[in-house]
């Protein structure tokens, strides 16, 4: 599976943002699919992930409430919509794949997209 993401770039604080993670390959819809960020000089965290059906979802603390994931199996996309933006959310935004969701909560995916970047300024 080889996953693109894209959908970042520069918004202002309290502004929205909706990522997309496209997949190749015939399976997409058998992986639970996961974000996770970077920030300059900062480890890479996790953000949200979502079952295989998407009938679940997972966020992390800091973008509950704040933060949507969903998917498309048909498009073989996964969708990060993200809302009230801070500049705390600054980052590269990857999209990973594996086939259980502790897996890739973990940050353990086996596939992982080549990251998009989002930019909140103040």
């Known amino acids: 599976v080889q996953l693109q993401a894209s959908g970042g770039g520069l918004v202002q604080a309290g502004g929205s943002l909706r990522l997309s993670c496209t997949a190749s390959?015939?399976?997409?819809?058998?992986?639970?699919m996961g974000w996770f960020r970077q920030a300059p000089g900062k480890e890479r965290e996790y953000v949200a992930a979502?079952?295989?059906?998407?009938?679940?979802?997972y966020y992390a603390d800091s973008v509950k409430g704040r933060f949507t994931i969903s998917r498309d199996n048909a498009k073989k996309t996964v969708y990060l919509q993200m809302n009230s933006l801070k500049p705390e959310d600054t980052a590269v935004y990857y999209c990973?794949?594996?086939?259980?969701?502790?897996?890739?909560?973990?940050?353990?995916?086996?596939?992982w997209g080549q990251g998009t970047l989002v930019t909140v300024s103040s």
């Open positions: 979502i079952s295989w059906s998407g009938g679940s979802t």
């Open positions: 390959g015939r399976t997409f819809s058998s992986y639970d």
């Open positions: 990973a794949a594996d086939t259980t969701v502790p897996t890739v909560i973990a940050g353990n995916g086996r596939y």
